[in-house]
């Protein structure tokens, strides 16, 4: 059975940081490509940053600079770390997991709010 689970999101000041957490189990994990995505209020879902399983990484242009995607495949384990953090960044965050041939796969999702 697979399993995508999120934990670290929060409320937090403008200006804050928080880091995301994204644990994959039942999948070769190390073989998947990861993403996040995030679903802000009344919005369509948007990819925020990528991370294929060769390293290479993709960002939207407004969490350029200020947010890293990184994975540990030892702990089955992708982050995202969210530096200096806006209220538009306010949104249900997702990690996606997916592999052409095998499927993909979506998380449950964890709430990040920034104040101003």
């Known amino acids: 059975q697979v399993r995508i689970v999120e934990s670290g999101g929060g409320l937090v000041q403008a200006g804050g940081s928080l880091r995301l957490s994204c644990a994959g189990s039942?999948?070769?994990?190390?073989?998947?490509?990861m993403a996040w995505y995030r679903q802000p209020p009344g919005k369509q879902r948007e990819l925020v940053a990528a991370l294929n399983s060769g390293g290479d990484t993709n960002y939207v242009d407004s969490v350029k600079g200020r947010f890293t995607i990184s994975r540990d495949n030892t702990k089955n384990t992708v982050y995202l770390q969210m530096n200096n953090l806006k209220p538009e960044d306010t949104a249900v965050y997702y990690c996606w997991a997916y592999y052409s041939g095998r499927g993909s796969y979506w998380g449950q999702g964890t709430q990040v709010t920034v104040s101003s």
């Open positions: 039942g999948i070769t994990f190390s073989t998947y490509n």
